[in-house]
């Protein structure tokens, strides 16, 4: 039996909102960097509904498995 790779999906933010079992962890999202006083840091990437979100689909909420 041939083995499948590891690959994910994308999907707009909006319509997983839409589901009732949609859980959200927002602090596994994608950092940014931001330019503050000259200097770069890492900040947290606002999700709104226009996101669109990349999902592993064999992990669960902290590790790792959401980018925006």
Same mark, same amino acid.
């Given at each position: 039996?041939?083995?499948? *790779?590891?690959?994910?999906k994308?999907?707009?933010l909006?319509?997983?909102?839409?589901f009732?079992?949609w859980?959200e962890?927002?602090?596994?999202a994608?950092?940014?960097?931001q330019?503050?006083? *000259?200097?770069?840091?890492?900040?947290?990437?606002?999700?709104?509904d226009l996101s669109?979100?990349k999902?592993l689909?064999?992990? *669960?909420?902290?590790?790792n498995?959401?980018?925006?």
């Open positions: 039996m041939a083995t499948m *790779g590891k690959y994910c994308a999907y707009s909006k319509k997983l909102r839409e009732s079992q859980t962890c927002a602090e596994n994608k950092r940014e960097n330019s503050v006083e *000259g200097k770069e840091v890492e900040s947290n990437r606002e999700l709104t669109t979100l999902i689909p064999t992990r *669960g909420c902290n590790d498995s959401l980018h925006s």
